[in-house]
């Protein structure tokens, strides 16, 4: 008997509300126009800090060291032992090194919000990452990360909030910026990964299409074919 393809993201699950916000009315205009036809995303202009969600998205580098950027201002409010964590579950789970393309999402130690997740968008910190496309890979796992935190414990991520990934100090176009975050939003949308050597390689198999569109176009990355079981 051939059974129903399984997907993960077929099963029934709690609709994700997200934020997109930034200080960068730049990133903001920018996002309206990227995101324009999808439903369920808020955006507006502001700190991530006032966002009451479950969880935050901070860019971050591969060693998680939060000195710049929105990772520093992330910091500063919740204290220097969010970075402790952060680097913890990325010595844990990737050998102390974060690949582009991969997430960790760790207990933020407040009520508001309850998780951190970190993504690299840089290996290093403050990396001029303009010319490459990062973002997507950043946003992708973060979105993945989600699906995994929920998988593990089913309705702790309900909401979350991003801001514009790489548009500060990566120094990413903020329309650049904006539809490669929609590419990598619309993949959660889509799929969920059994981990993020998939992700990345499904995202890289694909990179020729995503590097060739015009700043102005949208590329959404066809997901792995689903599986099929006999029995």
């Not at 029934?12 to 930034?22: E, G, I, R, Y």
């Not at 032992?81 to 050998?95: E, T, Y």
């Not at 508001?112 to 992708?140: D, G, H, K, R, Y």
């Not at 990934?165 to 949308?189: D, E, S």
Request: aromatic share 4%.
């Amino acid at each position: 008997m051939t059974m129903a393809p399984v997907d993960l993201v077929d099963r029934v699950q709690s609709p994700l509300k997200v934020v997109l916000t930034d200080v960068n009315a730049t990133v903001v205009e920018a996002w309206r126009a990227a995101f324009a036809d999808t439903p369920g995303i808020e955006i507006r202009r502001g700190s991530i800090l006032d966002e009451q969600v479950d969880a935050w998205v901070s860019p971050t580098n591969s060693r998680g060291r939060m000195d710049g950027g929105v990772d520093a201002v992330v910091k500063r409010h919740l204290g220097a032992g969010i970075q402790l964590r952060v680097q913890r579950a990325i010595r844990d789970r990737f050998a102390g090194r974060l690949p582009v393309g991969s997430a960790v999402c760790v207990p933020s130690g407040a009520t508001n919000p309850t998780f951190l997740i970190s993504a690299p968008t840089m290996e290093e910190s403050s990396q001029n990452v303009s010319e490459t496309l990062n973002v997507a890979l950043a946003c992708a796992a973060a979105f993945q990360a989600v699906h995994q935190q929920n998988r593990k414990t089913p309705g702790s991520i309900t909401s979350v909030a991003l801001v514009g990934m790489g548009a500060r100090t990566g120094r990413v176009p903020a329309r650049v910026c904006a539809n490669l975050m929609w590419t990598g939003y619309t993949l959660f949308q889509d799929h969920c990964f059994e981990d993020y050597d998939d992700l990345r390689a499904t995202i890289t198999a694909q990179l020729d299409d995503l590097e060739r569109a015009p700043a102005e176009q949208r590329v959404r990355i066809a997901p792995p074919a689903r599986r099929t079981s006999r029995r």
